[in-house]
């Protein structure tokens, strides 16, 4: 028997916060890094990349289902929650990775199915037998399959129904998504305790939270539409109360993809979700930029509640799903289409599934005003795999396997992803002309000084070192006469030193040059010190301050008191 | 403290022909003065235009006497005047205002003295505050105001924070478009959306002014009488006053619908698109007109011309910007504006509630025209008077309203 590896000790803060003032980035295990060569990612090859993402600047990477599963919805289809799909590896793997994660002072966190299991789950398999069996109520069965009308179909594109009628039971089931995942009865106990216990297993492993998929939809009540039911927010209070009593330092991420004013809902009184995605802010970016204007951005914000005291909203650009235009009016959904889903094999559902280069017609300088809304607006930022280096899609892949192509490590063969025959690969590599590997990759733009990728992480960089008032300072608008011009102040006192940091933050939303004058009176005497450079600007007065903006251009100053 | 008349006198005299705000030659003379709690006085003159100007005076710790905007401990005792209880820290004037002087105290409240005194109440204090009385949620309501029984003297709004005017926005747009050079409804920046909802605005802003202030019949002959009027202060070409008059005259044998109190200056420049959508501002009407005849009903779609107009000049505008002489953007321009009026229009007779207010759908071209012609005309002999270089724009859209005719 070799002797036992002595384990690695890890190096997180013990702050019960952290999430508030992290930077988050979203991996598929199954695109990241492959290390077996068998033509799909796994936590080995992962675990082999932790140094690059470490130098990237990422305090929390957010895995996406690595549970077992026969893969008809990229894992979101699980079949037994306390087993990792074996082409990725095993518990022993996971175990390793989140040690060699915490020991590089990274958290991590997994996306977490709770609403519905793969028909292959054996929860299913048996429930189905009859109606008697022991799970015959852990899920939701139903002779008709005609009531509940009013809750909307959300998979329109392949979905007729939310109800299918399986022929062994004879009886129709609920499903919400695809009709291969059926909807758990948390009316049951037992189904709610069971969960519990694929929460406990998890944590217990060293995962340090879950992103809980598809939250809304956890019952099923009479004359509703089965969305953000009171039922539900009881079941996620419970949850929390479990783990706030036996795991310090964890947090839990709803995907609620709901009005702002629904969302806030998950996070309860604090004592609910410590985070949620802001949905609708994302759209609005990419329609501000569009029209040049910044009314878009300020009126989903305007519409944007408080949040409870230790909660914090999750934003980001681009993620693995399609870019989901559900929150948004009819109009400015065919707006989008019309802007952003030229070619019909772009939408998806409610949506459009690209990556973020081809979205914003791999202008650079465009891509890079995002990221500084993105680090700037309130919210953690979440990034996705890829748009670090400005990779593609593939829109001639089915549902959304376009924008979850392997990851570009150099430009040798399958990208440096793997060495397996090509024809193996889960989802063949890039191979465009524009955004193709032997273009975009890692490797080379670790190479070039100049490249986005170096950009990228000056940015985070510089976010990092004033983490806190990004992540948890108050946000004002300053006005400016100009349309295309979005500005704003952050401000943030740190309650046990006393010491307040200021950042002004100006963007231009306009493919033009722009003047700006900020109407800041109330910040007369401070001096703004762009915070890149360091380069001191003239001290705001009583008078509009000015400032000229380059086309997509944005600034980023530090507002400090005026020295001796 | 008290300020002798006769430094009063001479200050008036010196400084208020100066003064952007004041319309007249010379001051003829000083019709009332009131001291305000021992630092501020409130001095009414008359100028020899025959109208009524106000100036606050006060004196600084310097001890020069001074116009109150100009001094910050000044200025918050005027703010004192319509909001007792607030306080501010920063005071800054509000950019360049031709009728009036507007200060932001905070980044927070704008302060607009009025300057030009109308014989009885401030018709846009009037208007704004009944329809924010009745709920109308786009004008920005007042928070406070200055007045006694028979004059306002100021008033005091929410500065609406990340707000455009509509000009702006309109400019935002033609920029876009004159760079792509693709039709106005494809450009990214279509302003086409932002107008259809700015139209039901104006809809439903009718529909307000109708429930806060008398519908009665509409005074045709005398309407007729004033475009008529206009017709001959201003020296258009000569081939075209006739067919003018023709237009005008067809008014009168068609059912023009209902009038009432309207906005009477209506244009992009009059509005701001804000977080929670459009506001409708400055109801004082054409300040060169008196305010008896501002009060005066009308018909709304006076206004729906007003903006129309307001179209053409933000395109023709914009293509001066860019300097450019090109066929190609010309027609870029001319579409963007039928394109952009379509819109307004669509959304605004698109509410229904306003048909009642309207004259029958037939007729209805026949009075927006004869609006849009007067329109044009004031403003050739505006162009003419202040800036003979714009004076294409306003005669190009006569002609045109003319072979439509």
């Known amino acids: ?564 | 403290m008290m300020i002798e008349r006769e430094l009063l006198e001479r200050y008036v005299a010196a400084e208020l022909p100066g003064q952007r705000w004041f319309g007249a030659n010379a001051v003829t003379g000083i019709e009332a003065v009131q001291e305000i709690e021992g630092k501020l006085t409130q001095v009414i003159v008359r100028g020899d235009d025959g109208s009524r100007y106000q100036t606050v005076l006060g004196v600084r710790d310097d001890g020069l006497l001074v116009d109150a905007t100009t001094d910050h401990d000044l200025a918050l005792s005027l703010l004192h005047q319509a909001m007792p209880d607030e306080d501010a820290a920063k005071v800054r004037p509000l950019g360049v205002e031709q009728s009036n002087t507007s200060l932001v105290f905070d980044e927070r409240l704008v302060f607009k003295l009025f300057r030009r005194l109308p014989d009885g109440r401030n018709p846009d204090v009037e208007v704004t505050s009944a329809l924010a009385d009745l709920g109308f949620e786009h004008v920005i309501a007042p928070l406070g105001t200055w007045r006694d029984d028979d004059a306002d003297f100021a008033i005091v709004n929410e500065l609406l924070l990340s707000s455009t005017d509509g000009w702006q926005l309109a400019m935002t747009s033609l920029r876009d478009l004159y760079d792509r050079r693709c039709p106005p409804e494809e450009a990214p920046a279509d302003f086409g959306f932002e107008a259809e909802r700015l139209g039901r605005v104006t809809a439903q802003l009718h529909e307000a002014l109708s429930e806060a202030f008398p519908v009665g019949d509409a005074d045709v002959d005398s309407w007729i009488d004033d475009m008529e009027a206009q017709l001959e202060r201003v020296s258009l070409p000569d081939d075209l006053a006739p067919a003018a008059r023709a237009v005008y005259e067809a008014v009168r044998s068609v059912d023009v619908g209902p009038a009432f109190r309207i906005h009477g200056d209506y244009h992009l420049g009059q509005t701001l698109l804000t977080d929670l959508g459009w506001y409708v501002l400055d109801f004082e009407g054409e300040p060169a007109r008196p305010v008896a005849e501002r009060r005066r009903p009308s018909s709304p779609l006076r206004d729906v011309a007003g903006m129309v107009r307001s179209f053409h000049y933000a395109a023709e505008a914009a293509l001066r910007q860019v300097g450019s002489e090109d066929e190609e953007d010309r027609r870029l321009a001319g579409a963007w504006e039928r394109h952009v009026a379509e819109r307004f229009l669509a959304g605004y007779e698109g509410y229904e509630p306003l048909e009642r207010l309207l004259p029958p759908t037939e007729t209805r071209p026949v009075v927006q025209r004869a609006f849009e012609l007067d329109k044009a005309v004031y403003e050739v002999g505006y162009e003419t008077a202040h800036r003979p270089d714009w004076v294409g724009i306003p005669l190009a859209a006569v002609r045109r309203l003319l072979a439509e005719a």
């Not at chain 1, 892949?397 to 397996?420: E, H, I, K, Y």
């Not at chain 1, 733009?445 to 960089?461: N, P, V």
């Open chain 1, 1 to 564: 028997m070799s002797p036992r590896r002595k384990p690695k000790p890890p190096r997180l803060d013990d702050n019960p916060r952290w999430f508030q003032t992290s930077m988050f980035y979203e991996v598929l295990v199954r695109g990241y890094h492959d290390s077996d060569n068998d033509g799909t990612g796994d936590f080995r090859g992962l675990t082999e990349k932790l140094d690059y993402i470490q130098w990237l600047g990422v305090d929390c990477i957010w895995l996406v289902p690595f549970y077992s599963s026969p893969l008809r919805d990229g894992g979101y289809d699980i079949s037994d929650y306390f087993n990792v799909l074996p082409e990725y590896g095993t518990i022993g793997d996971v175990a390793q990775f989140l040690e060699e994660a915490h020991h590089r002072s990274i958290r991590v966190i997994a996306d977490l199915v709770v609403n519905h299991t793969s028909d292959q789950h054996p929860w299913f398999q048996e429930s189905r037998q009859n109606r008697t069996n022991p799970k015959a109520d852990w899920y939701v069965w139903d002779d008709d399959g005609t009531k509940w009308s009013e809750a909307r179909i959300i998979f329109l594109d392949t979905e007729p129904s939310n109800w299918t009628w399986d022929p062994m039971r004879e009886q129709f089931f609920w499903h919400r998504f695809f009709s291969h995942q059926p909807d758990l009865n948390f009316d049951n106990p037992d189904v709610q305790d069971a969960m519990l216990d694929v929460l406990r297993f998890w944590l217990d492993l060293g995962l340090d939270g879950f992103r809980l998929d598809a939250v809304p939809y956890l019952y099923e009540r009479d004359g509703t539409n089965g969305e953000n039911l009171k039922e539900t927010h009881e079941f996620l209070k419970r949850l929390r109360a479990e783990i706030d009593a036996g795991y310090p330092n964890k947090v839990l991420l709803a995907e609620a993809n709901q009005w702002p004013a629904d969302v806030v809902e998950y996070f309860g009184d604090g004592d609910e979700c410590h985070m949620c995605f802001h949905f609708p802010v994302m759209p609005r970016m990419f329609m501000a930029a569009r029209r040049e204007q910044r009314t878009p951005i300020t009126e989903i914000l305007a519409q944007t509640p408080d949040i409870p005291d230790g909660c914090q909203w999750g934003i980001f650009l681009r993620n693995h799903d399609e870019l989901t235009l559900e929150m948004v009016t009819d109009d400015e959904r065919d707006y989008m289409y019309g802007e952003y889903a030229k070619d019909p094999r772009m939408k998806l559902n409610l949506g459009i599934r690209r990556r973020l280069f081809p979205l914003l017609d791999n202008n650079e300088r465009l891509v890079e005003l995002f990221h500084g809304m993105l680090f700037s607006l309130p919210g953690s930022p979440i990034l996705y795999y890829g748009d670090e280096i400005g990779m593609g899609d593939n829109i001639y892949l089915g549902d959304r396997d376009g924008v979850r192509t392997p990851m570009q490590w150099t430009p040798d063969r399958n990208a440096g992803f793997s060495r397996a025959d090509f024809e193996r690969l889960y989802l063949p590599v890039l191979m465009d002309p524009v955004y193709g590997y032997q273009v975009v990759n890692v490797e080379s733009q670790l190479r070039d000084s100049s490249s986005f990728l170096h950009w990228l992480q000056r940015m985070i960089e510089v976010r990092k070192q004033h983490a806190q008032v990004f992540g948890l300072g108050s946000f004002d608008i300053i006005h400016c006469e100009n349309p295309s011009v979005l500005a704003f102040v952050r401000q943030y006192t740190d309650p046990e030193t006393g010491e307040r940091d200021m950042v002004l933050c100006a963007n231009n939303l306009s493919r033009f040059a722009q003047p700006a004058e900020l109407m800041m009176s109330t910040y007369d005497g401070l001096v703004p010190h762009e915070l890149l450079g360091r380069v001191t600007f003239p001290r705001i007065g009583e008078l509009p301050y000015f400032i000229t903006l380059p086309p997509h251009g944005f600034f980023w100053f530090q507002l400090v008191e005026d020295g001796p």
